[in-house]
Structures are given as C-alpha cells and as structure tokens.
C-alpha cells in the first residue's frame, strides 16, 4: 500500500494562513521527492513547491513569494506545505506528489504517485 494522503484544506478568509499536510503509508518518503501542486478550475495543474531527498526546497510560482513553505517531518513521514497570507487567486485543489528520485521537479509528469487531493477555498 503505497499511498499520500493530503488534509488539512478548508474555508480560509484572504490573508490567512493554513498548513497542509501530505502525510505517506507504504513507503518512507525520505527516499522520495515530494512535490505540491495544485489546479484551479479550468486550469492547468501547476508545481508550487517541493522538497527533495536531500531536505532542499523549490518554490515554483512567482505568485508565491516566499508565502508558501514545504517541509518534512520524517518521524510523521509526513510533508506539509506551510500558506500565509492566501490570496483569493490560490484557491484550488492541492495534490501532493511522489516522485521515485532524490531531485524535484515542478512538473507533473515525472511524478509516480499522487494523492487525491484537498480543496483549499480562499474567500471572505
């Protein structure tokens, strides 16, 4: 059983913050670089950020500046992606991503394993 699991999505009035989490069974994701996307309706699935084997961390969205962070509980096995001040444009469908390598990468089809993602909803 190899699965991601994300929660942690919700109703959040602009300029709020949440933390998603991704957390992982069947596999130890250390091995693994995790990577989050989401999709907003009629739109294509997009990288926001990742985090790799090695602990480094890649931001994927000028819209981001420096709003978002990923990071790592490894004793969780657990990836959350950390969002202050949200802004209406991020609302959306939030996927986290495994993929079978040490390095990132911000697009989606060199990921492996996907969860079913979590609805983030930015609005007052």
């Known amino acids: 059983q190899l699965q991601l699991v994300e929660s942690g999505g919700g109703l959040v009035q602009p300029g709020g913050s949440l933390r998603l989490s991704c957390a992982a069974s069947?596999?130890?994701?250390?091995?693994?670089?995790i990577g989050w996307f989401r999709q907003a309706p009629g739109k294509e699935r997009e990288g926001v950020s990742c985090?790799?084997?090695?602990?480094?961390?890649?931001n994927y969205l000028d819209s981001e500046k420096g709003r978002f962070t990923i990071s790592r509980d490894s004793t969780r096995n657990t990836v959350y992606l950390q969002m202050s001040s949200l802004k209406p444009e991020d609302t959306a469908v939030y996927y986290c991503?495994?993929?079978?390598?040490?390095?990132?990468?911000?697009?989606?089809?060199?990921?492996?394993?996907w969860g079913q993602g979590t609805q983030v909803t930015v609005s007052s």
């Open positions: 991503a495994a993929r079978r390598s040490y390095s990132c990468s911000g697009h989606v089809s060199p990921y492996d394993y």
């Open positions: 069947g596999f130890t994701l250390d091995y693994y670089a």
């Open positions: 985090i790799s084997h090695f602990g480094g961390s890649t």
